[in-house]
């Protein structure tokens, strides 16, 4: 059985940077896309940045030039660096994976991360 194993979380004040890892692992064949969502309290999750197994990325418009999702393909691990960081940046951040393993595709997540951007 896959899974998505997040780390990198924590309390940063604004303007701050932090760094999100999130490394896949068990019986896997190939991992396209993976990616990072965030819901922040009182809202519905939403995708933050995702990048394809090609390295095409995808972000939403609140983090772009703020974000950067990298992926190493090598050790199924993607990253979030997440720099300028806002209070509004505030949730909790989602590893997902769509991945082939035992022969099907399916989507994963991760167990999430908190991360706070607080004076």
């Known amino acids: 059985q896959a899974q998505l194993v997040e780390s990198g979380g924590g309390l940063v004040q604004p303007g701050g940077s932090l760094r999100l890892s999130c490394a896949a692992s068990?019986?896997?064949?190939?991992?396209?896309?993976m990616g990072w969502y965030r819901q922040a309290p009182g809202k519905q999750r939403e995708l933050g940045a995702s990048?394809?197994?090609?390295?095409?990325?995808n972000y939403a418009e609140s983090v772009k030039g703020r974000f950067t999702i990298s992926r190493d393909n090598a050790k199924n691990t993607v990253y979030l660096q997440m720099n300028s960081l806002k209070p509004e940046d505030t949730a909790v951040y989602y590893c997902y994976a769509r991945l082939y393993s035992d022969y099907v595709w399916n989507n994963y997540w991760g167990q999430g991360t908190q991360v706070t951007v607080s004076s």
């Open positions: 990048i394809t197994n090609g390295g095409n990325t």
């Open positions: 068990g019986s896997i064949f190939s991992i396209n896309p």
